[in-house]
């Protein structure tokens, strides 16, 4: 986005403004200052760790698309705080939770199948040009892209690049448009977190089954907490990393069997080494939710998961280049068209099925943002609610690449129209 090099490019030096950062939110929204305390009422925490870093990047003071800093969270960090998170899991708690959580989830895969085309033909209407181009510059193939992405995740958006075959000029337009839509809409659903109660009275919502579960896993924490020693934390990090290590050997294994022995099943994912680094390392955090190991979220295993996890917001925050949408402001018009569709029969299915925000919220992260995200919202409503949105996470990875496959074509023939 910039032709200037950034001010600063060391990602020694970087990595320390955001855990700086971090400290400073942090601090400052736990403080007592009446001011400070009126600012965060209104300004969820977890949006400043997005926001503030992507102020970096707009401003040219660190290069957050050459920065290697999100790839080793998402691929050190992260699988290491989704095993943390779940340690403790109560699964049969979560099956309470019933079927309408996978309803909403589902709705917002609809939305996003559904929203590319419609938002293809609404801006068709009054400025056809921007909807239009051929060969790799069509509009289409890109969008695409941003479906896998909206689904899915990163994994999903790169098959639907090697499927649809997007210029890589137009793919990086639609990767930007991607992240800072994604993440204003985010910014919305945090706002949402404190207004929770009105919105679901407004959608005669039963939250009682939430609540149970926050307040079972709260209470079995509260029974296990202890002072921690520096051998439970060198233990609980033994977990998380030596998770991650077997996480990535097996994903190093899997993904290129499937390749070269079943190559179809790249339509659900299957063929990513990603993919299977989130299903390995939230299947291990699982299995250790039913051994001895789970007691040490009495120590805190899950507080260092969020720490993880808080990094990771912000080296995707990082990524967000502000400036972007003054240089494309059709395509994000279109980008915006789309999310307003995915949210409208998000609100719709959540009226007629009276589901607590907390549904909504996780549904529609669970597609757009993936495992990087979904346990983030999550954790934002409650840290016990983490593994909540993990799961669903998941499910959008494997329903990614097929529901953006299908959003293609029917937005191929609506462009051909």
């Not at 051998?231 to 390749?259: E, K, R, S």
């Not at 390392?281 to 250790?288: K, P, S």
Request: proline content about 4%.
């Amino acid at each position: 986005m910039h032709e200037t090099e950034a001010l600063i490019t060391n990602d020694a030096i970087v990595l320390g403004i955001l855990m700086l950062i971090l400290a400073a939110v942090f601090k400052t929204s736990s403080s007592d200052n009446k001011i400070l305390k009126g600012f965060y009422s209104v300004v969820p925490m977890l949006l400043l760790c997005y926001f503030i870093p992507s102020l970096l990047t707009t401003f040219n003071i660190v290069d957050g698309e050459n920065s290697n800093l999100y790839f080793v969270a998402s691929r050190y960090l992260l699988p290491a705080c989704l095993v943390l998170l779940t340690l403790s899991v109560d699964l049969r708690e979560i099956a309470k939770l019933g079927w309408k959580p996978i309803a909403m989830f589902l709705a917002g895969t609809i939305g996003v199948i559904i929203g590319g085309p419609l938002a293809i033909l609404v801006t068709s209407v009054f400025a056809p040009d921007l909807v239009g181009g051929a060969g790799p510059e069509a509009v289409w193939r890109g969008m695409a892209t941003v479906a896998g992405s909206w689904i899915g995740g990163g994994a999903n958006q790169a098959a639907m690049y090697e499927i649809f075959g997007p210029s890589d000029s137009l793919y990086s337009v639609m990767i930007t448009i991607d992240v800072i839509v994604a993440e204003v809409w985010m910014a919305f659903l945090l706002i949402g977190i404190g207004k929770q109660d009105a919105i679901n009275r407004f959608f005669r919502a039963d939250s009682s089954a939430v609540d149970r579960l926050r307040d079972k896993m709260e209470t079995f924490s509260k029974s296990i907490t202890r002072v921690p020693t520096t051998t439970d934390f060198m233990i609980i990090l033994g977990i998380g990393f030596a998770a991650t290590a077997i996480a990535h050997a097996g994903a190093d294994q899997i993904a290129p069997w499937i390749q070269a022995n079943a190559p179809g099943l790249q339509k659900f994912s299957l063929t990513s080494g990603f993919f299977w680094l989130i299903v390995i390392a939230t299947t291990i955090g699982v299995l250790l939710s039913f051994s001895p190991l789970r007691t040490y979220e009495g120590a805190g295993a899950s507080k260092i998961g969020t720490i993880f996890i808080f990094v990771l917001v912000a080296t995707i925050g990082m990524k967000m280049d502000i400036r972007a949408i003054g240089e494309y402001p059709g395509l994000f018009m279109v980008g915006a068209i789309w999310m307003v569709i995915h949210i409208v029969i998000l609100i719709a299915v959540g009226y007629v099925i009276r589901a607590p925000y907390f549904f909504l919220a996780i549904g529609s992260k669970a597609n757009i943002g993936g495992a990087a995200s979904a346990p983030v919202l999550a954790a934002a409503f409650h840290p016990a609610l983490a593994p909540v949105g993990v799961l669903l996470a998941v499910l959008g990875y494997v329903l990614g690449t097929y529901g953006a496959w299908l959003c293609g074509l029917i937005m191929q023939a609506v462009s051909a129209g």
